[in-house]
């Protein structure tokens, strides 16, 4: 199957303003096939959105990359010239924002915002932005509309137009739905789903929800720490999750209480990146832990579609 | 609307502070012996200082109505008069060094924001810093030295010996040549402050999310720097604007009097120092009506730059 996206070995560092520098991204390897939606879900600081910001090649100016390969449509990306990467940007890849109050600009109406993103010239541009408008759940007034005046909801839905625009065979949706109420939020995966149907989109879903990425996605990725923990369809990572850590996920979602349980957390805190536990960067807070996981990083094992990176099915060692 | 309360506070509360410290212009007066008691109590009258200050302040603001302003103690002429005289070379010099300060001060303030952390940068910020630490004064006798010495430039007046015979149009370039040195003091003291402050909005508006957007859309630097920086780092500077202009009348006072360019500096110094009432009260009318005319003029500039603003 054809890879609409392809991300092998990628390491991130982060150099902080002062003190030595650190792997925020520790060797992620990650793929979309076409027409697939993958979520990649994991608590704050665990690195989605540098994973995100790393596709689009759009890192902060304090991050780096170190390593690894970014291949979009099976096309290495890692070397190309920022000229080069622009015309891929929006046009091959796109991607919305977690707030899309702060990510549009204030000072221009929504609809010339849309326009600008339209590649090449041509007639019929306008037209062609109104009717992707409409198809986003917008009216046509809101074209000549400042982002000011449009609710969250409709602000995300003129992000995702612009995202859309020029018909990009993947989009990488980094917490779309956060800033937004629930049921705004609701009407925006839906939205979405839509889309990936209509278009053909392969989609990377960034979610720290992982009853929302089980919702929404084929499959799923765990990160913790900066590497991908464990990788597998939704259905499995709901009803048999293999890593310790999406284990204890799941089972604080709160569709598995019944009415007066306590509700459940996963005690601890995601590590520091300047200071990451020796051995498996989870053990801190793992109940299964063993003698291994003091000393070893456990390397990536597999396990049907999928992987997990847990000396519970082997001992197989990071290198 | 709220500007003519404003205007009427403002003119009572100077009028009645300047009138609060002891004494008047007919003070100095008194030491002079030649001068009778009498004659000084009647000059007193005449111009209705022995009334208490309400009533004065009646008397003038009445005056002002009848778009009189007084006469002026020192000189024995209309304060209109007066400072018909020296408005011209005052708005002259402003005009000038506003308009060069700005025309140089924007572009280099982006252009630096865009080289952040390279060595461009780094050089004009250092120069900006000298400018910002010398002070307006030093940088007026600096350039006086100079002229003087080089004979570049002409120094001092507003007109050289031949003006008399000269054309009109050779009156124009004589008049522009003294007030070169004057305006280039003034916008070198300017120059820095409004530079760095370009800088900082330019990179503030480059670290906003929009712009991550606008490179996720692939637009080009030159378009994401022109069309999505610029337009909102230039809605701060707006309000700076409208300050600067509310400060065309006083703020080249010191660059006037050290480059002796006969302005409104040296008139309303003197003015405040011989405690020439109506004279300072004009003065202070003028300021206070340009404070109110430059916030105008910038809350009209931002409606229509921003529409946050135009549509609230």
Known sequence: ?319 | MQFIPLLFGMTFISFVIIQLAPGDYFTQLQMNPEISPQTIESMRRNFGLDKPVIAQYFYWLGNLARFNLGESFSYHVPVSFLIGQKLKNTLALSVFSIFFTWLIAIPLGVYSAIKEGRWQEKMMSFFAYIGISIPSFLIAMLLVFFAARTMVLPVGGTTSVFYINATGWEKFIDYLKHLLLPGIALTLAEIGWLYRLMKNNFLEALGSPYIVTAHAKGLSDGRIYFRHALRNAVNPMITIFGYTLSSVLSGAALVEIITNWPGMGRLILDAVLSRDLYLVMASLLIGGVLLILGNLVADILIAAADPRVRLR
Not at chain 1, 259 to 288: A, M, N, Q, W
């Open chain 1, 1 to 319: 199957m054809e890879k609409m996206l392809e991300i092998k070995k990628l390491e991130v560092s982060f150099r902080p303003a002062v003190g030595e520098s650190v792997k925020i991204l520790r060797g992620v390897n990650l793929s979309v096939g076409k027409n697939e939606s993958l979520a990649l879900a994991g608590e704050s600081g665990s690195g989605k959105t540098v994973t995100a910001r790393a596709v689009m090649k759009l890192l902060p100016n304090n991050m780096n990359f170190e390593k690894g390969e970014i291949l979009i449509r099976d096309r290495n990306v890692m070397n190309l010239k920022e000229q080069e990467f622009r015309k891929i940007r929006g046009k091959d890849v796109s991607m919305i924002f977690q707030e899309p109050s702060s990510y549009l600009n204030p000072v221009f109406t929504a609809g010339s915002q849309v326009l600008e993103a339209v590649k090449g010239d041509g007639p019929g541009r306008k037209e062609r932005t109104i009717k992707l408008l409409n198809e986003v759940g917008l009216k046509e007034n809101v074209f000549y509309q400042y982002p000011h005046q449009l609710s969250g909801g409709m602000q995300q839905r003129v992000m995702i137009a612009m995202a859309l625009i020029n018909n990009p065979g993947l989009l990488i949706a980094d917490e779309p739905t956060t800033a937004l109420d629930v049921t705004t939020a609701y009407g925006i995966v839906e939205l979405l789903k839509e889309m990936m149907e209509k278009h053909g989109l392969s989609m990377l879903f960034i979610t720290h929800d992982i009853s929302l990425a089980v919702n929404f996605a084929n499959m799923i990725a765990v990160m913790y720490a900066g590497r991908i923990v464990e990788l597998a369809g939704a259905g499995e990572i709901l009803n048999s999750p293999l890593h310790p850590y999406t284990e204890m996920l799941v089972s604080c979602l709160p569709e598995k209480y019944k009415s007066g349980d306590k509700i459940k957390t996963i005690e601890g805190k995601v590590p520091d990146f300047r200071d990451l536990p020796k051995g498996c960067s989870f053990h801190p807070r793992c109940p299964y832990k063993k003698e291994i996981c003091l000393r070893e990083e456990p390397g990536e094992m597999k396990r049907g579609e999928g992987i997990v990176r847990c000396f519970k099915y082997g001992d197989f060692v990071e290198a």
